[in-house]
């Protein structure tokens, strides 16, 4: 079995038990790889922890590490192991394809990409009827781009600040994060407006967001009328008088912003920036790379808990629970603005991603998924309430379904993010009590809680104890 291992910081949560006994690890020593590393990878490839981990199985929301060590995954290979790591239906449908036949190429008929594309357009409220498969998040959203562009004869797109739409040449325009920005000429006709966030932005109080949870910022609003709402439109108004040509290509939103920390929108917010888009001839855009296939709980899709239908929707991540793999779902008349001329993609859609894609559809049907996003999310985001109540560091808990948010303030009141060494030392301190989580926010002030689908109320007990225990050590170094 497994070796037990004891935390460097004493803690009394208790690791839930998991019967699964990784292999024996059986590759280089830890110094070597770190040497290749060095040596032989990009260092633009940067690692997380003081000491990386080197990471060896997994096994649904676990991971096990070169010592044998388990950890709780609570960040899913940043949002992507949707079902589950090596969910085994995934697996052995993917097992079978590879004895059968990896890749021809999509100018000839294989099953795979029809059998995929008509169960992932049934999904898809009319008219998003029309799939083209690419191979990642960015290329989608370049896509989406392109297609907006041609469909419309406009250029300029507009996207929220914070926002992250992928790092390659033409989204990079659209990512309005300034970590991700190099110092060299792109987002040539990308145009940034006000991110409507009711924690950190002007506006905003204790009743905008769709969520278990609300901000502790009070509000004058009334029942039915949001004046945050009404602001931040205001400020989108002001965008499109001021910044942009009388017609534009798009709008493109993440429905709750991924790598800038779970940010969430007033309610009806973009509802009205979707219209008021429409009415410069531009399409709406849905980055789903993190909200989609069920992981808001509510509904499938994140678009669907604002009550809209956009033009175009991206697809990444969770679709291939790790596989590399994504989509743009649009309408039949958008999708033939590019059939003008020719537009190819190598390993899109090839027959071995449609069938990863396919048992990942039904893996979040059998086993229940969306149902247990909405209920286990519903409950940690409520346990992750009672600590923010209780320390003043934890200025505000956020999201919806398996899509969690905790922004780390110096104190409440300024709103200021906490120092980064504090932050280090309460993220360091929960992986070495076996709970590992991401981070986002402009200042990497907030943890990023978006866990395989299949996790449990039991794992979200120990998973906020080990939390709770860590924020209580940071007060008494602090004391």
């Known amino acids: 079995r497994h070796q037990k291992w004891k935390s460097s910081v004493s803690t009394q ?11 024996k690890y059986e590759s280089y020593p830890y110094e070597r790889m770190q040497k290749i590393r060095e040596q032989n990878i990009a260092p633009s490839l940067r690692t997380y922890y003081k000491k990386p981990l080197l990471l060896h199985q997994g096994h649904m929301q676990w991971l096990f590490d070169h010592e044998g060590r388990r950890y709780l995954d609570l960040f899913a290979g940043i949002v992507t192991v949707s079902v589950g790591h090596c969910h085994p239906k995934v697996t052995m449908a993917t097992q079978k394809q590879l004895a059968r036949l990896w890749h021809t190429t999509n100018i000839y008929m294989y099953p ?26 960015s290329e989608a959203n370049d896509l989406a781009m392109f297609m907006a562009r041609l469909h419309t004869h406009n250029f300029d797109i507009i996207s929220l600040r914070g926002g992250y739409h992928g790092g390659s040449p033409y989204t990079l325009g659209l990512t309005s994060l300034t970590p991700y920005k190099h110092g060299v000429a792109n ?23 769709d969520s278990p949870v609300q901000t502790v910022r009070k509000c004058s609003c009334t029942e039915g009328a949001c004046l945050a709402k009404d602001q ?15 017609t534009v290509a798009g709008f493109i939103a993440e429905p709750m912003q991924g790598v800038n920390g779970v940010v969430q929108y007033p309610r009806n917010f973009l509802k009205e920036a979707y219209q008021l888009t429409r009415e410069r001839g531009g399409l709406c855009i849905s980055d789903e790379v993190q909200t989609g296939f069920g992981r808001t709980g509510s509904h499938f899709w994140g678009f669907q808990t604002h009550g809209v239908v956009p033009d175009i929707v991206t697809l990444a991540k969770g679709i291939g629970n790790g596989f590399p793999m994504a989509a743009v779902v ?10 003008q001329n020719l537009h190819f ?27 247990n996003c909405e209920d286990v999310g519903t409950y940690m985001l409520l346990e992750l309430a009672k600590l923010r109540d209780k320390f003043e560091i934890v200025g505000d808990v956020r999201g919806k379904g398996l ?25 360091e301190d929960c ?32 998973a906020v104890e080990v939390f709770h225990t860590a924020l209580q050590r940071h007060l008494e170094k602090a004391a």
């Open 13 to 23: 949560a208790k690791m839930p038990p998991c019967d699964f006994v990784p292999e």
């Open 112 to 137: 795979a990409i029809h059998e995929y594309a008509e169960k992932l357009t049934s999904l898809f409220p009319d008219p998003l009827k029309v799939v083209y498969l690419t191979n990642s998040g």
């Open 187 to 209: 987002g040539f006709g990308c145009t940034t407006t006000m991110l409507p966030d009711v924690f950190r932005g002007p506006w905003g109080g204790s009743h905008c967001r």
């Open 232 to 246: 931040y439109i205001e400020q989108f108004k002001d965008t499109l008088n001021t910044s942009v040509p009388k």
């Open 330 to 339: 649009t309408t039949k008349e958008i999708a033939s603005s590019l059939a």
């Open 345 to 371: 993609n190598t390993f899109g859609g090839n027959p071995l991603a449609c069938v990863v894609g396919a048992a990942v559809l039904d893996a979040i049907e059998e086993d229940g998924l969306q149902k």
């Open 403 to 427: 899509m969690i948010g905790v922004e780390m303030v110096a104190d409440k009141d300024s709103r200021h993010p906490l120092p980064a060494e504090e932050i280090n030392q309460i993220w």
């Open 431 to 462: 992986k070495d009590m076996g709970v590992l989580i991401g981070r986002g926010g402009l200042y990497s002030q907030t943890f990023r809680i978006k866990p395989p689908m299949c996790i449990t109320k039991r794992d979200v007990d120990f």
